[in-house]
Structure formats: structure tokens, C-alpha cells
Nanobody
Framework: QPQLVESGGGLVQPGGSLQLSCAASGFTLDDFTVTWFRQAPGKEREAVICISRWDSPFTYADSVRGRFTVARVNAKQTVYLNMFRLRSEDTAVYYC??????????????????WGQGTQVTVSS
């Protein structure tokens, strides 16, 4: 059964770093575009960063540009979200999603058919 599982969330101090993992099973992840979304309390879900099935990254959230990177290791069926210089406003539940939008990357949740359960990231001192 196709499945995505996120891991790596937790509590980190402002200015710290964290790496989230998105591991796939039941399908071949390198055939899919993967986007990380996040949802903070009381806010709408937003697209953060994407890596297309052709390994091209795209950052959607201006607030993370230059601080977050995304990479995939196809042999491990895993996509990583590397987060640096974390801020309190990065606190959210982070989800990875896999799909095949025609444009390669898409910030629209409806373009993704596979979703993980989410992992909580809390940035606080």
C-alpha cells in the first residue's frame, strides 16, 4: 500500500537546524514530484518547498528562501527537508506530499495524491 512517512520533527531553539525526512513505500518515489507543506495553528496550509521528479527544487514560501533546502535520495526512497536558522514563525506541522503536476512543481495541494501524516516542528526557547 502506498505510504509516505515523515520523521525528524521536534523542539528546536531559534537559530537552530532540523532535518525532516519523507520516506516512501509501496511506490517509486523518484517518479514523483514531492512538495513540503506546513500548517501553523490558526493558519491555512501553505506550500513551502518542492523538488520535482526531475530533481529541480523550487521554493514557494518567501520566508524560508535561503534557509530551507530540499534534496532526494532515490536509493533510499526519501526526500529531505533541511531547515536552518529556524524562527518561531516556522513552528507548524510539516507534511510531505507526492504527485505528478504537469508543471513539475506545484503549490496546489490538489495536485498531490499521496500525503504523509505530518510531523510537528516547534521553534521556541
Amino acid at each position: 500500500q502506498p505510504q509516505l512517512v515523515e520523521s525528524g520533527g521536534g523542539l528546536v531553539q531559534p537559530g537552530g537546524s532540523l532535518q525532516l525526512s519523507c520516506a516512501a513505500s509501496g511506490f517509486t518515489l523518484d517518479d514523483f514530484t514531492v512538495t513540503w507543506f506546513r500548517q501553523a495553528p490558526g493558519k491555512e496550509r501553505e506550500a513551502v518547498i518542492c523538488i520535482s521528479r526531475w530533481d529541480s527544487p523550487f521554493t514557494y514560501a518567501d520566508s524560508v528562501r535561503g534557509r530551507f533546502t530540499v534534496a532526494r535520495v532515490n536509493a533510499k526512497q526519501t526526500v529531505y527537508l533541511n531547515m536552518f536558522r529556524l524562527r518561531s514563525e516556522d513552528t507548524a506541522v510539516y507534511y510531505c506530499a507526492a504527485g505528478n503536476p504537469l508543471s513539475g512543481c506545484s503549490g496546489k495541494a490538489n495536485d498531490y495524491g499521496y500525503w504523509g501524516q505530518g510531523t510537528q516542528v516547534t521553534v521556541s526557547s
